[in-house]
């Protein structure tokens, strides 16, 4: 059996664990039609000296493409590649005002969590496309401007959107900062991704005109879905 080829890869610069890099490597494999639908894949022991690794971290990482319906094992023949990923449907980090209203669009949120915290109304929320879970969202909102909101509305609508809203007024200054980390063991429980698996993490404070801020919110977004698109601007 041949090697897969595959350029250098470096595994020891990536704070993500060995079976979470391979599998994604993996993965990618069978996205491009290197190892193709009903192919067999090289054996574990061969995937394992090619990339210097012990087994045991072959077979955790081709456990997760198990997990996606993408391979398949038979015993004593081998496992093989079941099926490609479908098409990803990407979570847009919008960086507009008009198109981060709409980021959440065709998303169904459930409310996790909700408490008053110093003049805020704290709201944790996860946002599900079908029944995959894409983001979690954590959101401190003015009292102030929750006083004009419905029960359902704090639960259900999106944070920018409740800015939004007439009773609210326009917002002052909005910014936003996005950064890449890893999940930790609640994050990576919620979004049923592995632990240390990529991030992307969207901060969004919003104050209004006098300076004060009423709204922080910190999304998780699932690092193998979000997108960052912006037309690169010259001089």
Known sequence: ???TAVPFVDLTHNRAPLYVQLSTLFRRFIVSGQWTVGARIPPHEDLAVQFEVNPATIRKAIALLEEEGLVERFRPR??????KPPAV???????????????????????????????YRVLKRLYRRGREPIV???CSLAHHLRRHLGVA?????PSLRLLARPASGPPGPVEETVRFGIADGKIAAALRIPLNAPLAIVHITAHDNAGA????????????????SESIRFG
């Open 1 to 3: 059996m041949s090697e």
């Open 78 to 83: 081998g496992t093989f590649v079941k099926a």
């Open 89 to 119: 449907q990407w979570f847009e980090i919008a960086s507009q005002w008009d198109s981060a209203l709409h980021a959440y669009d065709g998303l169904t949120p459930s409310l996790i969590e909700a408490h008053d915290d110093e003049g």
């Open 136 to 138: 979690i969202e954590e």
């Open 153 to 157: 509305e704090l639960a259900e609508t």
């Open 213 to 228: 801020l009423v709204l922080e919110s910190r999304a998780y977004l699932r690092g193998d879905l979000a997108r960052l």
